[in-house]
């Protein structure tokens, strides 16, 4: 067993970023609804105040909600949105979704155990995706993302 295995837990959990930014994610989602400065979430890190701010701008850019404002110090404050965990969710339905139209698209190529493998894999996929979309129809029912909506104003 890993010595860092909380870390790789937050690492995992928001699969496709850096470490240190999932660390700044984490951070900012355990101080919710509280903002922290950028200068606060630096000195946690143990990484430069401008490292700091540019790691949180890429996380922006790759439309994880988060909030960055300014305080009445005119500092950088950042702040997390209890949406960003369910939008992991949501990426990974796109990802999901697109994987298995691509693997739908390979053509089946006359060797019998390489096609069988493809018609596994489809078919996996193919459960996720309904299995995700069933789950999705279910909290839309629920009108569970309105209500987490309605919680931001």
Do not use: C
């Not at 951070?27 to 143990?46: E, G, H």
């Not at 909030?67 to 209890?82: C, F, H, T, W």
């Not at 089946?108 to 078919?123: A, V």
């Amino acid at each position: 067993m890993k010595a860092n295995f909380s870390d790789d837990k937050k690492r995992i959990a928001r699969r496709g970023i850096d470490e240190t930014s999932s660390k700044i994610l984490h951070l900012i989602l355990k101080s919710y609804p509280s903002k922290i400065s950028i200068r606060v979430l630096a000195k946690k890190l143990k990484i430069q105040e401008k490292t700091t701010l540019s790691l949180i701008k890429k996380i922006k850019i790759l439309n994880i909600p988060i909030l960055i404002s300014k305080d009445k110090n005119d500092n950088d404050v950042v702040q997390a949105s209890m949406s960003e965990p369910i939008s992991w969710i949501i990426k990974e339905k796109e990802s999901a979704e697109v994987m298995l139209e691509l693997i739908g698209d390979m053509k089946m190529n006359g060797d019998d155990k390489i096609n069988n493998q493809k018609s596994i894999i489809y078919r996996i996929y193919d459960e996720y995706v309904t299995n995700l979309n069933e789950a999705f129809d279910k909290w839309n029912s629920l009108r569970l993302f309105e209500q987490l909506n309605q919680n931001k104003k």
